[in-house]
């Protein structure tokens, strides 16, 4: 099982991570993501770990 937290000061809202995991992660009314579930696991550990990847900003952590 997997921590997901967001960098709100890192996030400038390109939206990859909810396209690529919606079931873990949201956008505020900004568009700035947001996290909905912060413990991962299985298929949803997968899918934030391919967000975290993908974070041009780099503002997307798991912590396992």
Do not use: W
Request: hydrophobic share 35%; aromatic share 4%; proline share 5%.
């Amino acid at each position: 099982m997997s921590k997901v937290i967001v960098d709100p000061d890192r996030c400038t809202g390109h939206g990859r991570c909810y396209s690529l995991a919606p079931e873990v992660f949201d956008a505020d009314e900004c568009g700035h993501s947001v996290v909905r579930v912060a413990d991962v696991s299985g298929a949803l550990e997968d899918q934030a770990a391919n967000a975290e990847q993908n974070c041009p900003e780099q503002a997307i952590t798991l912590s396992r």
